[in-house]
């Protein structure tokens, strides 16, 4: 729960303790990294002021009020839909008894290991006029193509099914947490009071749950909002696919900008309202005494409807796309070992591990630098650096790409008039570069898993070290390190995962000639070869399941009073 909700919130009892004091050589480093990790917002405020092609009020009386309805339309349902199945499935998982509950508990985050995009290409060759469904219809009936009805998946039906189906885990991993959290107190007393177990839903553990739900709504809009891949395949125009166009197509990197701070604008709007919704609202439990949550048996229709209920997202968003990659793959699919295929899985993984042991390392010196320096420039430091999960990564590409190319450029002029010599592109699309925006792109994930875990450092351990002689440096490595390598370790798995699934800011930045498998699987969905595209996907989804596994059951694990063994 701390990763996700994180993102959002911020510990409001250190922030109160933080003094305002101007920072140590150590602290200003930790500063001029968040600086660094802000440069895409700074790139594309820096851009707006820049003369571009004359595209903008072309783009604004054509195609800008289509992409703000798609996305308002793609968030008010994606948000119904993941708020139904994200609070229904993790209260039943919680609070009530049924057959199979104990594998929904941790199998219901399995989405999350599957990027929507691999979906949209599995329901689409499934379902699509060629696929076995339709040939079997048309055979079984005698029927030819239009003279029966069967629903377009690529449309914007379908894509709002497809985000439901794979990004209501965020709803049900924070509000499974905050259920589980709830005093059993609490809620026995509503019971004595005569309320149902439905009305004790409603009326108690719902409005305790409400921050978390709303935490986890918003990054699923989040996520919408910063998908390509999918809308893209749909064919459904939103910022991210005109960003892209604008960028690729048009070669206007001002409009894209300006494109991007419109985009903007929606995802801090997702902020102002989570926060807003919360205000000065406390929803602490005010006693100490948890016990293991008493579990209510359902009988009858009940206990196979909340199988069914429990059963279908996961199924929509898990295993029947994993059945159809399996089987695309296992009949016309590529060879893994072949040498192309080698190349690439060569390429995302060492992205993925660079990005990975990157990110646990300036994680971990961002959030030792905030507790050792206490002051409100360290702790702001740390949240300008985790700012980047909000930003969709076809506008962190922007942003990252605008000032690198005008620093390779400038480079260029004084090596050309000094030394008569042309160094050409330095950082523009080299990995590198790429990295970066990995790194702005998941920083929040990484340094808030590890604030956590630091958090579980006693003082009293940081000044035995420090008496007995160590600086700070020599503290972090040798005695929080040690103690944390399991916080640090998951924070590596979470953002290895993240930069493999990564698609819309590797197709923008990578260097030339380097493909990754997410890569590989949206060129061979672009040519219609959706059969092909599963060998990619597959392997992507493969990577992302262990790491959701372990961290579903520690969060199990968490809750104060647990007497879980699993």
Same mark, same amino acid.
């Not at 910063?226 to 893209?232: K, N, P, Q, R």
């Not at 650096?385 to 005008?406: D, E, H, K, Q, S």
């Given at each position: 729960m701390n990763t996700l909700q994180s993102v959002f919130s911020s510990n409001a009892t250190s922030a109160k303790k933080i003094k305002i004091s101007f920072p140590t050589v150590f602290g200003l480093f930790a500063i001029l990294i968040a600086l660094v990790l802000s440069v895409p917002v700074l790139g594309i405020v820096w851009s707006l002021f820049q003369e571009g092609q004359g595209n903008w009020p072309h783009l604004v009386d054509t195609v800008l009020p289509r992409y703000?309805?798609?996305?308002?339309?793609?968030?008010?349902?994606?948000?119904?839909?993941?708020?139904?199945?994200?609070?229904?499935?993790?209260?039943?998982?919680?609070?009530?008894?049924?057959?199979?509950?104990?594998?929904?508990?941790?199998?219901?985050?399995?989405?999350?290991?599957?990027?929507?995009?691999?979906?949209?290409?599995?329901?689409?060759?499934?379902?699509?006029?060629?696929?076995?469904?339709?040939?079997?219809?048309?055979?079984?009936?005698?029927?030819?193509?239009?003279?029966?009805?069967?629903?377009?998946?690529?449309?914007?039906?379908?894509?709002?099914?497809?985000?439901?189906?794979?990004?209501?885990?965020?709803?049900?991993?924070?509000?499974?947490?905050?259920?589980?959290?709830?005093?059993?107190?609490?809620?026995?007393?509503?019971?004595?009071?005569?309320?149902?177990?439905?009305?004790?839903?409603? &009326? @108690?553990? +719902?409005?305790?749950?409400?921050? =978390?739900?709303? !935490?986890? *709504? #918003? $990054?699923? %809009?989040?996520?919408?909002?910063?998908?390509?891949?999918?809308?893209?395949?749909?064919?459904?125009?939103?910022?991210?696919?005109?960003?892209?166009?604008?960028?690729?197509?048009?070669?206007?990197?001002?409009?894209?900008?300006?494109?991007?701070?419109?985009?903007?604008?929606?995802?801090?709007?997702?902020?102002?309202?989570?926060?807003?919704?919360?205000?000065?609202?406390?929803?602490?439990?005010?006693?100490?005494k948890y016990q293991q949550i008493k579990e209510f048996h359902l009988t009858g229709w009940k206990r196979y409807g909340a199988v069914l209920f429990c059963a279908l997202p996961l199924t929509l968003g898990f295993a029947a796309p994993l059945v159809m990659l399996l089987y695309m793959h296992f009949t016309a699919g590529h060879d893994l070992?072949?040498?192309?295929?080698?190349?690439?899985?060569?390429? &995302? @993984?060492? +992205?993925?591990?660079?990005?990975? =042991?990157?990110? !646990?390392? *300036? #994680? $971990?010196? %961002?959030?030792?630098?905030?507790?050792?320096?206490?002051?409100?420039?360290?702790?702001?430091?740390?949240?300008?650096?985790?700012?980047?999960?909000?930003?969709?990564?076809?506008?962190?590409?922007?942003?990252?790409?605008?000032?690198?190319?005008?620093?390779?450029?400038?480079?260029?002029?004084?090596?050309?008039?000094?030394?008569?010599?042309?160094?050409?592109?330095?950082?523009?699309?080299?990995?590198?570069?790429?990295?970066?925006?990995?790194?702005?792109r998941f920083m929040a994930v990484s340094l808030n898993t590890v604030e956590s875990s630091l958090a579980k450092v006693t003082p009293s351990m940081e000044g035995a070290s420090r008496t007995l002689g160590h600086g700070k440096i020599s503290t972090a490595t040798r005695v929080h390190a040690p103690i944390m390598a399991g916080g640090l370790l998951t924070a590596g798995l979470i953002v290895f995962v993240d930069v493999m699934k990564e698609l819309p800011a590797t197709l923008i930045m990578r260097p030339f000639n380097f493909d990754t498998l997410a890569i590989q699987a949206y060129n061979l969905a672009q040519d219609e070869r959706l059969t092909q595209a599963a060998t990619p996907s597959l392997v992507i989804v493969a990577v992302g399941i262990l790491p959701l596994i372990v961290l579903s059951r520690a969060i199990m694990r968490s809750r104060p009073g647990s007497t879980s063994k699993e």
């Open positions: 703000i309805r798609n996305s308002l339309i793609l968030m008010v349902g994606v948000g119904i839909g993941v708020t139904l199945f994200g609070v229904g499935t993790a209260w039943l998982v919680v609070m009530c008894r049924f057959p199979g509950k104990r594998i929904f508990e941790w199998a219901l985050i399995l989405p999350l290991a599957v990027p929507a995009y691999v979906v949209a290409y599995a329901y689409t060759d499934i379902l699509q006029s060629s696929g076995p469904i339709q040939v079997f219809i048309r055979n079984a009936f005698d029927v030819r193509f239009g003279e029966y009805w069967f629903p377009n998946v690529r449309s914007m039906e379908g894509a709002i099914i497809v985000f439901t189906a794979t990004l209501y885990p965020y709803v049900y991993l924070l509000t499974r947490a905050s259920f589980l959290e709830q005093s059993v107190c609490v809620l026995e007393v509503s019971r004595t009071l005569g309320r149902t177990p439905t009305g004790a839903f409603r &009326s @108690v553990a +719902l409005p305790l749950a409400r921050p =978390a739900i709303i !935490v986890g *709504v #918003s $990054l699923a %809009l989040m996520e919408t909002l910063a998908d390509f891949g999918t809308v893209f395949h749909f064919g459904i125009q939103t910022f991210t696919t005109g960003i892209y166009r604008t960028w690729a197509s048009m070669g206007d990197h001002v409009a894209a900008a300006q494109l991007s701070a419109v985009l903007f604008t929606f995802v801090f709007a997702l902020i102002l309202a989570e926060r807003f919704s919360r205000r000065q609202s406390k929803y602490h439990q005010t006693t100490g070992l072949n040498p192309r295929y080698i190349d690439m899985i060569q390429n &995302s @993984v060492f +992205l993925a591990a660079v990005t990975a =042991a990157l990110a !646990v390392l *300036v #994680s $971990l010196y %961002l959030a030792y630098a905030a507790r050792v320096e206490k002051s409100r420039f360290a702790f702001a430091a740390n949240r300008i650096a985790g700012m980047g999960y909000a930003i969709p990564g076809t506008m962190i590409a922007v942003g990252i790409l605008l000032p690198v190319a005008a620093f390779d450029n400038a480079l260029n002029r004084f090596f050309q008039e000094t030394f008569d010599i042309k160094l050409g592109l330095v950082l523009t699309g080299s990995v590198s570069a790429l990295v970066l925006a990995y790194l702005v």
